[in-house]
C-alpha cells in the first residue's frame, strides 16, 4: 500500500511560518522553539544546520550566526497536520540567547518561578549586548 506524506509543512495553513521545535538529539531535551518559513527550511534541509525566521528581525537566522552555538541538523519530523516541525539537533553551546542550554530554564511553581539550570554563556560576548 502507498500513501503520500507531506514533503514540507503546510507554510499557507499558519500564514507562511510554522513553528520548529529544536529537541537534543542524544537525550531527549527540548531546547528552544522558534520559526520557520519555506526559505528558512529549504536552508536547513540544504545544509543540515538549523535556519529559522525572525520575526522581530524580519528575516532568515541562521542559529549560530553571532554567537557560534549552531545547530547540526540529526533529523527532522512534521506533525500529522503538517504545520508543526521538530528538529533534532546537536547544539553547540547554548541554544538560549540569555545563555542558558535550553530556552526552557524557567519554572513556573504555585507560588514563584523558579529558575533551573546554569548560564553557560554570557549573553554580552556572545551576542554584544543584552538579552
Known amino acids: 500500500m502507498s500513501i503520500s506524506l507531506p514533503r514540507e509543512p ?8 510554522v513553528p520548529a ?3 537534543d538529539a542524544d537525550n531527549g531535551e527540548v531546547l528552544m522553539m522558534a520559526w520557520m518559513n519555506p526559505e528558512a527550511f529549504a536552508e536547513t534541509l540544504a545544509t543540515g ?6 520575526r522581530s528581525r524580519g528575516k532568515l537566522w541562521r542559529k549560530g550566526e553571532e554567537s557560534g552555538h549552531v545547530q ?4 527532522i ?3 500529522c497536520d503538517a504545520d508543526c ?14 545563555g542558558y542550554r535550553t530556552c526552557f530554564f524557567r519554572q513556573i511553581g ?3 518561578t ?3 539550570g546554569e548560564r553557560l554563556v554570557d549573553p554580552a560576548q556572545a551576542y554584544g549586548k543584552k538579552p
Open 49 to 54: 544546520r538549523a535556519v529559522y525566521f525572525s
Open 85 to 98: 516541525l521538530l528538529l533534532k539537533v546537536r547544539q553547540e553551546g547554548a541554544a538560549c540567547h540569555e
Open 72 to 75: 547540526t541538523v540529526v533529523s
Open 114 to 116: 523558579m529558575i533551573l
Open 110 to 112: 504555585q507560588d514563584e
Open 21 to 23: 521545535i529544536a529537541q
Open 77 to 79: 519530523f512534521v506533525d
Open 10 to 17: 503546510d507554510f499557507a495553513k499558519a500564514g507562511g511560518l
